[in-house]
Protein backbone atom coordinates (compact mmCIF):
# COMPACT_ATOMS: atom_id res chain seq x y z
CA UNK A 1 0.00 0.00 0.00
CA UNK A 2 2.50 2.39 0.86
CA UNK A 3 4.08 2.12 -2.19
CA UNK A 4 0.99 2.25 -4.24
CA UNK A 5 0.28 5.53 -6.74
CA UNK A 6 -1.62 8.07 -4.60
CA UNK A 7 -5.61 8.47 -5.03
CA UNK A 8 -8.67 6.59 -6.02
CA UNK A 9 -9.18 4.18 -8.38
CA UNK A 10 -9.06 4.60 -11.47
CA UNK A 11 -5.97 7.26 -11.67
CA UNK A 12 -4.76 5.60 -8.03
CA UNK A 13 -4.63 2.53 -6.07
CA UNK A 14 -5.26 4.01 -2.94
CA UNK A 15 -1.51 4.12 -2.01
CA UNK A 16 0.69 6.49 -0.48
CA UNK A 17 3.05 7.04 -2.75
CA UNK A 18 5.98 6.30 -1.53
CA UNK A 19 9.29 5.00 -3.62
CA UNK A 20 10.78 1.68 -1.81
CA UNK A 21 13.53 3.32 0.41
CA UNK A 22 10.90 5.53 1.92
CA UNK A 23 8.26 3.02 2.42
CA UNK A 24 11.81 0.56 3.96
CA UNK A 25 12.41 3.90 6.23
CA UNK A 26 9.11 3.87 7.31
CA UNK A 27 8.98 -0.06 8.12
CA UNK A 28 11.91 0.34 10.23
CA UNK A 29 10.36 3.46 12.09
CA UNK A 30 7.23 1.15 12.85
CA UNK A 31 9.08 -1.93 13.89
CA UNK A 32 11.40 0.28 16.41
CA UNK A 33 8.42 1.51 18.65
CA UNK A 34 5.28 -1.15 17.98
CA UNK A 35 5.22 -5.07 18.76
CA UNK A 36 4.65 -6.65 15.41
CA UNK A 37 2.40 -9.65 16.68
CA UNK A 38 3.01 -12.80 14.53
CA UNK A 39 -0.09 -14.93 12.96
CA UNK A 40 -1.73 -17.13 15.29
CA UNK A 41 -2.44 -20.96 14.53
CA UNK A 42 -6.07 -20.00 14.49
CA UNK A 43 -5.49 -16.89 11.97
CA UNK A 44 -6.39 -19.28 8.58
CA UNK A 45 -9.29 -20.80 10.12
CA UNK A 46 -10.62 -17.48 11.02
CA UNK A 47 -9.82 -16.16 8.03
CA UNK A 48 -11.35 -18.71 6.32
CA UNK A 49 -14.82 -18.67 8.33
CA UNK A 50 -15.43 -15.07 7.50
CA UNK A 51 -14.48 -15.25 4.02
CA UNK A 52 -16.80 -17.87 3.48
CA UNK A 53 -19.62 -16.73 5.63
CA UNK A 54 -19.73 -13.49 4.45
CA UNK A 55 -18.68 -14.31 0.78
CA UNK A 56 -15.74 -12.44 0.34
CA UNK A 57 -14.24 -12.11 -2.85
CA UNK A 58 -11.63 -9.95 -4.08
CA UNK A 59 -8.71 -7.56 -2.86
CA UNK A 60 -12.15 -7.03 0.21
CA UNK A 61 -10.45 -10.51 1.69
CA UNK A 62 -6.73 -8.63 2.64
CA UNK A 63 -9.11 -6.47 4.74
CA UNK A 64 -11.08 -9.45 6.18
CA UNK A 65 -7.70 -10.84 7.00
CA UNK A 66 -6.59 -7.76 9.10
CA UNK A 67 -10.21 -8.74 11.20
CA UNK A 68 -9.50 -12.31 11.15
CA UNK A 69 -5.91 -11.27 12.98
CA UNK A 70 -7.94 -8.52 15.07
CA UNK A 71 -10.11 -11.45 16.40
CA UNK A 72 -7.08 -13.89 17.39
CA UNK A 73 -5.80 -11.33 19.71
CA UNK A 74 -8.78 -9.72 21.00
CA UNK A 75 -7.82 -6.54 19.72
CA UNK A 76 -11.35 -3.97 18.54
CA UNK A 77 -9.27 -0.74 17.27
CA UNK A 78 -7.49 -0.59 13.81
CA UNK A 79 -5.72 3.17 12.46
CA UNK A 80 -6.92 2.87 8.78
CA UNK A 81 -7.10 5.29 5.92
CA UNK A 82 -9.88 3.12 4.43
CA UNK A 83 -12.29 2.76 7.43
CA UNK A 84 -15.60 2.53 5.30
CA UNK A 85 -13.99 -0.98 4.20
CA UNK A 86 -14.50 -1.87 7.43
CA UNK A 87 -17.99 -1.06 7.82
CA UNK A 88 -20.22 -4.33 9.73
CA UNK A 89 -17.15 -5.49 11.26
CA UNK A 90 -17.35 -4.94 15.52
CA UNK A 91 -14.02 -3.06 15.15
CA UNK A 92 -13.99 0.51 15.80
CA UNK A 93 -11.92 2.18 12.91
CA UNK A 94 -9.50 5.52 14.03
CA UNK A 95 -8.74 8.04 10.96
CA UNK A 96 -4.83 8.76 11.09
CA UNK A 97 -5.71 11.93 10.58
CA UNK A 98 -7.84 12.62 13.43
CA UNK A 99 -4.71 11.66 15.79
Not at 37 to 57: A, E, F, N, Y
Amino acid sequence: MATRPIGVPPAGQNGLGMTNNQASQWLGFFQRRFILLPDRDDLPSRWHHLVKTLGIRGFRAHDVRFIAAMECYGITQLLAFNGKDFDGFAVSVIDPATV
